[in-house]
């Protein structure tokens, strides 16, 4: 892994400004995916996750809009470029990868016509007849001469889902965006799809930002992990030390509030409260609340600061207990 | 009444649901055989869990149990007496369900208050004065009586699912069946409504049918759990036992499948990879329906339906080897160590 990210986002921030007022989707959001790395990014509804992709894509649609911030990919800005150009980066630098493949794929066109169309988009066609074989042989589809000339009708969840991948991995991207890929498919494809992507994305060094709502998918696929709430990174750790030594009150409850599968039967320790009313954010911390720690600094906004190398958390108590952030600033 | 006093709350007896499926462009029709000989029994005030993935029959076999479809063969029972006697003694029984849907603002009326909705099961029954019920039902379920003046499009997802609760509940049915109820919800919420059903078994005595693809859902609030494939059962056994020790491939696939949140768990974790998909429920494999992703098929598979036998403990599966447990192990030792390598 050299020093230059892949992708380095900076300070996003999209906004929907919606006839009952501005919502802020994605506020000051910063991270940084390191070549060939997994990050992953978790939430529940409305944590700002999805739009966060879409910012980076610059697919941000009416009422919404990007900001302020930087998105930078090898060092260029994408916020700063002009559409042309973007749309040139889609699919050669960036691939995509998103939850219901009926909606990525046309329903009229025949697969391999729909993947021809993406390797003339960035002038490949020559060998286009064999470099589509290949990808569709590389994600597992049994017979991919047959297979390039179905249509998605034809063809059940799972495999339309690796279709999907093998169209967001055609022209190499150095990093593909996957934004709940697996959500939409039964477990026992979910485990095949996303054994898959873990494969392909080693094998060809692409680095991946895996976004999703499902504290055992990140478990499985990531090296780091940043966790959101409301709008904002709460808390980003790699994968281990997340689930290990989770510091955040939001990250410890959603840990401890999952069902497992090695577990019996039994009550569950919860999280009290909703997901939060975008449109009427609480001052200050965002998960006050809801937090069984909530103290009455908690009415001042926390940073997001380091606890232990690596590891951000943007809480006051777990700062105070970790020995950094200064009382009373900000 | 006809019901027998020692017989269980609800038994599915052999219970076949077959669709017709018209000849369209690209398939030629046939039969759909959505559920294909299921048995099952329930107790009062019990849980039993039905765990499957897409096609595997288990939100048709919800419908027939509320009495939404009819089956095509077999009997459905409420304390021994048939939902389907014909005249007022079925038709009685059919009313004692209730059912809660994944989609909670779907299944509310957009145009009637919260309050209104809730209030339907008693008054379908002729109760006038229905107010007092509601507010007492929505403090149950952890809403404010307020909320009985709201519309659904003004409460969360959360509140309309347990609004939707309430309303399943108030008329004091013997079983509730759950159909995905708490997919469509976000974690947090998913583990208060799943604790909130338990407090209001414990209180209100009702038997849940509580039906979802979530294995470690179901596992946390059932006291028996049935796993479903492709229309029929192939192994049942109570929780304890089903979580130490699952027996057919397809159940512990389906377990090893089920991720973990715990990174170590994930990475130390021997694949069992199921090649394909679910074949389809049109035109099911001969003998063993799991065949065509088994890792252990053999010969007998393809010839010979395999019974539900008793596997003691009260734990039965549908599988002609007794130790696929220890094989599918030795199956998955080799390419663990491959990917332990990358």
Redesign the interface.
């Known amino acids: 892994m050299s020093d230059t990210p892949v992708l380095q986002v900076r300070q996003l921030t999209t906004r929907f400004h919606t006839p009952h007022g501005a919502v802020t989707a994605v506020d000051g959001v910063s991270f940084r995916v390191g070549r060939g790395e997994t990050l992953g990014l978790v939430g529940?509804?409305g944590s700002g996750k999805s739009v966060t992709a879409l910012s980076i894509l610059r697919l941000v649609s009416h009422p919404g809009r990007i900001e302020a911030g930087t998105v930078e990919m090898n060092g260029t800005d994408l916020l700063r470029l002009d559409e042309e150009a973007m749309r040139r980066r889609r699919g050669t630098e960036v691939g995509m990868v998103f939850q219901n493949p009926m909606t990525a794929l046309n329903p009229v066109y025949s697969v391999g016509w729909q993947m021809r169309e993406a390797l003339k988009a960035h002038g490949r066609e020559q060998d286009a007849t064999a470099l589509i074989q290949r990808a569709l042989a590389d994600v597992g589809m049994p017979d991919p001469v047959r297979q390039a000339a179905s249509f998605p009708?034809?063809m059940?969840g799972?495999?339309r889902q690796r279709v999907v991948i093998a169209m967001g991995m055609l022209n190499e991207p150095q990093l593909l965006i996957a934004d709940e890929p697996t959500t939409a498919l039964?477990?026992?494809?979910?485990?095949?799809v996303l054994?898959l992507m873990k494969r392909l994305t080693?094998d060809h060094g692409t680095a991946l930002l895996l976004i999703t709502?499902?504290?055992?998918?990140?478990?499985?696929m990531c090296d780091r992990v940043a966790v959101m709430y409301a709008g904002e990174i709460v808390e980003e750790a790699p994968?281990?030390e997340l689930?290990a030594h989770a510091r955040h009150p939001y990250t410890q409850?959603?840990?401890r509030?999952?069902?497992?599968?090695?577990?019996?039967?039994?009550?569950?320790?919860?999280?009290?409260g909703?997901?939060p009313d975008m449109g009427a954010l609480a001052v200050g911390c965002r998960f006050r609340p809801r937090c069984e720690f909530a103290q009455t600094r908690c009415a001042a906004h926390p940073d997001l600061l380091d606890a232990a190398p690596a590891h951000r958390v943007r809480c006051w108590v777990a700062q105070d207990a970790a020995g950094v952030g200064a009382p009373g600033v900000h | 009444m006809s019901t027998e006093p020692g017989a269980p709350l609800l038994a599915v007896d052999q219970v076949v649901r077959h669709f017709k499926v018209s000849a369209s462009a690209?398939s030629p029709g046939g039969t759909l055989r959505a559920v294909d000989g299921v048995s099952l029994t329930l107790a009062a005030g019990q849980t039993l869990g039905i765990v499957g993935?897409?096609g595997c029959g288990k939100s048709t076999l919800a419908r027939l149990v509320v009495g939404l479809l009819e089956p095509t063969a077999g009997v459905i029972r409420v304390r021994g007496g048939d939902i389907w006697e014909p005249g007022a003694a079925g038709r009685e029984r059919r009313r004692q369900f209730q059912m809660v849907f994944q989609n909670p603002a779907g299944s509310m009326n957009p145009r009637r208050s919260v309050g209104a909705s809730v209030a339907e099961p008693l008054q379908a029954r002729g109760v006038r004065k229905t107010d007092d019920d509601v507010a007492r039902m929505l403090e149950l379920v952890g809403l404010s009586p307020d909320m009985a003046s709201r519309m659904p499009h003004q409460i969360?997802g959360?509140?309309q699912q347990r609004a939707s609760i309430a309303r399943a509940l108030i008329a004091r049915p013997a079983l509730v069946v759950h159909d995905e109820s708490i997919a469509s919800l976000?974690?947090?919420?998913?583990?208060?409504i799943?604790?909130l059903l338990?407090d209001l078994q414990q209180s209100t005595g009702t038997a849940y049918l509580f039906i979802s693809?979530?294995?470690?859902?179901v596992?946390?609030?059932?006291?028996r759990v049935v796993v479903m494939y492709l229309g029929e059962v192939v192994e049942t056994a109570p929780?304890?036992d089903f979580?130490q020790r699952p027996l057919h491939p397809y159940t512990i696939?389906?377990?090893?499948?089920?991720?973990?949140?715990?990174?170590?768990?994930?990475r130390g974790r021997a694949?069992i990879?199921?090649r394909g998909?679910?074949p389809s429920p049109m035109n099911p494999p001969s003998g063993c329906r799991f065949r065509t992703?088994c890792p252990l098929a053999a010969p007998i598979c393809t010839q010979e339906r395999p019974a539900l036998r008793d596997a003691g403990e009260a734990h039965h599966v549908a599988c002609h080897f007794a130790d696929a447990a220890r094989r599918l192990q030795d199956a998955s030792a080799a390419p663990a160590d491959e990917v332990a390598a990358?």
């Open positions: 529940e509804s009708h034809q059940s799972g495999m039964d477990v026992t494809i979910q485990a095949q054994d080693h709502h499902n504290m055992g998918v990140i478990a499985k994968v281990d689930f409850g959603l840990l509030s999952i069902p497992r599968a090695d577990q019996p039967r039994g009550k569950l320790p919860t999280l009290p909703a997901p | 690209g993935e897409s969360s959360g509140q976000d974690i947090s919420l998913q583990a208060q799943l604790n338990v693809h979530d294995l470690a859902a596992q946390a609030i059932s006291h929780a304890q979580a696939a389906l377990r090893n499948a089920t991720l973990t949140p715990d990174p170590a768990v994930e694949k990879i199921l998909d679910v992703r990358c």
